[in-house]
Nanobody
Framework: QVQLVESGGGSVQSGGSLRLSCAAS????????IGWFRQAPGKEREGVSC????????YYADSVKGRFTISRDNAKNIVYLQMNTLKPEDTAVYYC???????????????WGRGEEYDYWGQGTQVTVSS
């Protein structure tokens, strides 16, 4: 059974850090582009970051560049999102997603932030940043 499970969310004060984990079962993460997305109440889902399965290229939303780092541990079949210098506007439910179909892997630099390009999704983990 294919499954993605996020963990590591929680409540922190502004300026704090969290590390989110995305663990896969039923398939191998290193064959997929792995994206992190977030959705705040009343807002649309947005792409936060993505890591390529081939060369490990990474992509970030402008709002998190320099603060968030995505990485993968292929041996553990886990992708991480290290979030530093958190701000109240980072408060959201964070989801990881895996995809490799269609044009996603061929045009990852352009398509990574489009949730509809991904095949599998986790249940989400809440991140709350207080000021």
């Amino acid at each position: 059974q294919v499954q993605l499970v996020e963990s590591g969310g929680g409540s922190v004060q502004s300026g704090g850090s969290l590390r989110l984990s995305c663990a896969a079962s039923g398939f191998t993460l290193d064959n997929y582009a792995i994206g992190w997305f977030r959705q705040a109440p009343g807002k649309e889902r947005e792409g936060v970051s993505c890591i390529s399965p081939s060369d490990g290229s990474t992509y970030y939303a402008d709002s998190v560049k320099g603060r968030f780092t995505i990485s993968r541990d292929n041996a553990k079949n886990i992708v991480y999102l290290q979030m530093n210098t958190l701000k109240p506007e980072d408060t959201a439910v964070y989801y990881c997603a895996a995809g490799r179909a269609g044009l996603l892997l061929f045009r990852l630099g352009v398509l990574w932030g489009r949730g509809e390009e991904y095949d599998y999704w986790g249940q989400g983990t809440q991140v709350t940043v207080s000021s």
